[in-house]
C-alpha cells in the first residue's frame, strides 16, 4: 500500500508540473534542446526530486530502490526527459564521497537544484575502455594566488559536452609506477580560458557527442576531488555508484513502453 499510494504521489506531481510541449517532443522522438532538459531538471530540483537517488544527510529524499524505480517509471509514461546523468548520479555521489566540505558546498546544490550543466571526461581517442592509457596531463605550478594544475590535452566522445558549464575529468599527474596509479580526478570549469568544445557530428546530422580540449587550462589546486593520484579509487567508486542508479532508467522506459 505504501508504495501504491507513492506512485500516486509521483503521477499527480508529475502531470501537474511536466511542461506539455516537453512531454509531446519526449512521446513523439522529436529533438530536445537544452532549455528542454533543463526547465524539466530545475522544477525537479525545485521540489527535490532532481537528486532523487542521494541520501538525506546530502539534501536528497532517501529514497529506497523501489521508490528509485517508481519515480523513473512515473516520468518515463508522462513523457519526462531522462534526466542528464552526469551531474545528479555520475560526480555527485563521488563529491559525497570524497569531497571536502568545501568542495561539497561548492558544488552539489548547483547540481541537485539543476542549474548546473556536469560533462564527463574520461574517455581519449587512445583511451577509451582502458582508461589507464591516459594522456591528458595535468601539471602543478607555483601561482603567486595559490597553486594551479595546468591542464593539457584532449577528450573525446563527450556527451552533450557543447552544454557543458563544468566538467569532471580524469588527467594523469604522475607518470611513475603502474599507469592507473598516476590519475588524478579534477574538476574544470569549462568557461576557463583554453577550454575549447569541438562537435563530432553524427549520422543525424546532430553534436550529441563532442571533442574538449584543453590549452594550458588553469585548475585550482583545490579542484581535485579525492587526492593527488588517487583517482582511479575515485573512479571505481562512481562507476559502482552510476551502475546501480543507472539501471534503474532503462528498466523504468521499457517497462513504460510496454
Excluded at 537528486?51 to 539534501?59: I, M
Excluded at 553524427?202 to 571533442?211: C, K, S, W
Excluded at 573512479?235 to 522506459?253: C, F, H, K, Q, T
Aim: glycine share 12%.
Amino acid at each position: 500500500p505504501e508504495e501504491h499510494a507513492f506512485r500516486e504521489d509521483v503521477r499527480a506531481w508529475v502531470a501537474s508540473h511536466l511542461p506539455a510541449d516537453i512531454a509531446h517532443k519526449v512521446h513523439h522522438a522529436l529533438r530536445l534542446t537544452k532549455d528542454d532538459h533543463q526547465r524539466w531538471a530545475r522544477l525537479l530540483g525545485q521540489k527535490g526530486w532532481l537528486a532523487w537517488g542521494w541520501p538525506k544527510a546530502f539534501g536528497g529524499p532517501g529514497w529506497n530502490a523501489i521508490q528509485r524505480h517508481l519515480f523513473e517509471e512515473e516520468c518515463a509514461l508522462a513523457g519526462a526527459p531522462r534526466v542528464m546523468p552526469f551531474g545528479p548520479v555520475m560526480v555527485a555521489p563521488v563529491i559525497m564521497a570524497f569531497g571536502t566540505p568545501e568542495q561539497q558546498a561548492r558544488h552539489l546544490p548547483g547540481i541537485a537544484s539543476g542549474d548546473v550543466w556536469w560533462s564527463q571526461g574520461y574517455s581519449e581517442p587512445g583511451a577509451g575502455s582502458d582508461l589507464a592509457s591516459l594522456k591528458c596531463r595535468a601539471e602543478r605550478r607555483r601561482k603567486s594566488g595559490g597553486d594551479v594544475y595546468v591542464v593539457n590535452g584532449q577528450k573525446t566522445w563527450t556527451t552533450m559536452g557543447q552544454h557543458g558549464d563544468w566538467i569532471f575529468c580524469l588527467v594523469r599527474t604522475s607518470s611513475e609506477g603502474k599507469p592507473q596509479t598516476g590519475i588524478s580526478f579534477l574538476l574544470i570549469d569549462m568557461k576557463s580560458p583554453g577550454v575549447s568544445v569541438r562537435p563530432i557530428i553524427m549520422l543525424d546530422g546532430e553534436p550529441e557527442v563532442n571533442e574538449v580540449w584543453f590549452d594550458n587550462v588553469e585548475v585550482p589546486q583545490g579542484n581535485i576531488l579525492g587526492g593527488l593520484n588517487n583517482g582511479a579509487k575515485v573512479l571505481m567508486s562512481g562507476l559502482d555508484y552510476e551502475r546501480a542508479v543507472l539501471s534503474a532508467g532503462p528498466i523504468g522506459i521499457m517497462q513504460a513502453g510496454m
